[in-house]
């Protein structure tokens, strides 16, 4: 259920962008593999479909049957050129690429933009609903989702110095037991949410005055190969198969 405050903040100002190249070096096709008879990238979709928060919905992406799918799902479907769609393309440059096109061919302009990339398909739309009224009420120019990060596997860090001798990177200022170490927090890429205008200065998420949206590490996996790939479809699935037999 939506907070009442957030009535205020639906806009048509307000664009969510999901990029789904067609390409995949470690997973090929990754975005259109199935869960529950449905492409990755659909959850996504649904998750932005579900949040209300704008009817401008756009599907990023290089291979037409990604594009065929993302409309028949509700998305509207935006074609990327190739040099766009590649393994090193930074995640900002499609949104940059559309928020200039839309601009230059409908007259669209917005104000701000939410980047859901299709890899994180456990986000939810009360995800979508909670970060997103987090960045219009506390102003800040960006927001970014994470999760808690083992402070042993941050604190502890081991620096190779040499081929098969290390130091701890910080050396004893954190050589304590983990109920004493401090916490930290990692971008889980689920949710990106930044002003447009912050967003073409910058040319990146993370900018000054960035806001972070904690999400519990069961919705934080981010599809980087196949072992992440089956663990995502086991829970999808799972819960699926619990809500049809209640």
């Known amino acids: 259920m939506m907070p009442d405050s957030f009535q205020k903040y639906l806009s048509e100002r307000t664009i969510i962008v999901i990029p789904a190249r067609g390409g995949s070096k470690r997973l090929p096709r990754k975005n259109c593999l199935p869960i529950a008879d449905k ?41 990327l050129p190739l040099e766009l ?55 800040a120019n960006s927001l970014v989702s994470v999760s808690e990060v083992d402070p042993h596997f941050f604190h502890w860090v081991v620096d190779e110095y040499e081929p098969g001798y290390g130091k701890l990177y910080f050396g004893e200022k954190f050589l304590k037991s983990r109920t004493e170490l401090p916490p930290v927090y990692s971008p889980n890429g689920a949710i990106k949410i930044m002003k447009i205008n912050q967003l073409f200065n910058v040319r990146h998420f993370f900018g000054e005055k960035m806001a972070i949206y904690k999400m519990p590490k069961e919705r934080s996996i981010h599809i980087a190969d196949g072992f992440e790939f089956g663990l995502c479809k086991n829970i999808i699935e799972k819960n699926i198969i619990d809500k049809t037999t209640k």
Do not use: M, W
């Not at 594009?67 to 028949?72: F, P, R």
């Not at 200039?100 to 933009?113: N, P, R, V």
């Open 39 to 79: 492409p990755l990238f659909y959850y996504s979709v649904a998750a932005a479909r579900n949040s209300l928060i704008t009817p401008h919905i756009y599907v990023l992406s290089d291979d037409d049957e990604i594009l065929q799918h993302a409309h028949s799902y509700g998305a509207i479907p935006f074609k």
């Open 85 to 139: 769609a590649r393994d090193t393309t930074e995640v900002v440059k499609p949104s940059l690429y559309a928020l200039k096109i839309l601009k230059e061919t409908k007259e669209l302009e917005f104000d701000d933009l939410i980047c859901l990339q299709p890899t994180s398909p456990l986000r939810t739309a009360e995800d979508i609903v909670k970060s997103y009224l987090q960045f219009k009420e506390t102003g």
